[in-house]
Each structure stands twice: as C-alpha cells, then as structure tokens.
C-alpha cells in the first residue's frame, strides 16, 4: 500500500520561472493538503483540498500560488513567477474524512 | 492567533535513557494533538495522536501526554535508540475545523551513545 508520493523531489528554477510541484494521496484518501517548510522551522499550512474543491485556503500567498485536485490525476501546487524566497521544502499530506494526515517525503524547490 | 510552541530546542539523551518532549498550546479550542517524527530529508511521520477527552495515550515505547488545564503536551520516548534521532513536533487541530495543523518549531533530539 503506497504512502503519499510527491514528484520531483527535488526542484531547481530560475526567477520568473513556474514551478509544478505533484501530489499523490494515499489510496482511498480523498483530502489533500499542502504545507511549506524553512529550514529549521516547523510547517505551515497553506491549502486543504478535496476533488476538485479547496476547502481552505487561508495559508496561501495571495498571488503567484495556486493548487487544484482535479477529478482525475495528482494534486498540483502551482508557483508562478519564482522568487528566491520561495526556496522551502513543500509537503503534501492527505487523509480521510476527519482523519490523520500522513505525508509524502516532499519536494525540495530551490530558487536561483 | 493561534501558535504552538516548544519548550526547548534541542535535547541530547544517553542512549537507553528515557526522553521527553514538551510543547505548549495557545489555542484554548483545539482538540486534537498529533506528534511527528522528521528525520533529515524526509516528510513528517506520524507517532501518536490524543484527542481532548483523552489525558494519556501509550503506543510502542512512546507515550502522548495532555494536560488541559495548561494547555500542554508532551512525548516520552521510553529507552530510546540512535534511530529515535530526529527533530519532533507537535501539531494541532479543530476536529470540526478544517483540519488544518499548526505545527510548533520542533525539537531537535540527539542520542549519545
């Protein structure tokens, strides 16, 4: 039973450039959620996710952030126009309805 | 606003010897509490999770404890092993919210053999 896979794992863009970050949830979990994290701190809540809903997204940037769960295929995180702040570690997690989250091993995106 | 907090940063134990791990809540209405395990370059992994109505949880080696009256939390890790070093946090949560985690800073855990 795969856990929660997330691709690339590691991510190296430009300023200006888009990046595409891809969560799969574990089978038979419908919620998604995505959370950043800055070296040595703890993650942040960005969205919450259900297929083809955001339920809550008070954790993400107003602009240049995006994120969708379509009916059909993996969890987008989108970034558009990157800036070297947005170098993080980004996890996704998902879970049942009123569940435990369980995370995937996230994807790295560094910023030149 | 809400904010989850730890204690101390780091904590450095003999290997064998018992750990514990606090953390402090601010949010009076959350009740649900999940501690994670993070090793270097991995996600979060879950441990052990306690609701409000409970005060005590024990899993395999490691027990979760709430105290509600001033709102804090923490992790024991009984005999602990070199695979036990990782940083650990704590997370809560509204059940009837949107289940959103707050997540405190971590704490860095280091056994010495």
């Known amino acids: 039973n795969a856990g929660v896979m997330q691709n690339p794992r590691h991510l190296v863009r430009r300023r200006g450039q888009e990046a595409r970050l891809r969560c799969s949830p574990m089978?038979?979990?419908?919620?998604v959620y995505w959370y950043r994290q800055l070296p040595e701190e703890g993650l942040k809540f960005m969205v919450y996710?259900?297929?083809?809903?955001?339920?809550?997204e008070s954790g993400m940037p107003k602009e240049r952030f995006s994120a969708e769960f379509p009916k059909e295929g993996p969890s987008i995180l989108r970034i558009q126009q990157v800036v070297r702040g947005d170098s993080a570690a980004y996890f996704c997690?998902?879970?049942?309805?009123?569940?435990?989250?369980?995370f995937g091993p996230g994807t790295r995106l560094l910023v030149l | 606003g809400e904010s989850v907090g730890l204690h101390l940063p780091t904590l450095s134990v003999q290997e064998g010897d018992n750990s514990i791990i606090n953390c402090a809540y601010s949010n009076s209405a959350s009740d649900y509490f999940i501690w994670y395990k993070q090793e270097s370059g991995k996600g979060p992994q879950f441990i052990i999770d306690i609701r409000s109505n409970m005060d005590k949880r024990q899993g395999q080696r490691v027990t979760v404890l709430l105290n509600k009256t001033v709102k804090h939390l923490s992790l024991q890790i009984a005999a602990t092993q070199p695979g036990d070093s990782a940083v650990y946090f704590c997370?809560?949560?509204?059940?009837?919210?949107?289940?959103?985690?707050?997540f405190g800073q971590g704490t860095r855990l280091t056994i010495n053999p």
């Open positions: 089978k038979g979990h419908s919620h």
């Open positions: 997370a809560e949560s509204t059940i009837q919210g949107a289940q959103k985690l707050v």
């Open positions: 997690a998902s879970s049942g309805l009123k569940e435990t989250q369980y």
């Open positions: 996710l259900q297929k083809e809903n955001i339920i809550d």
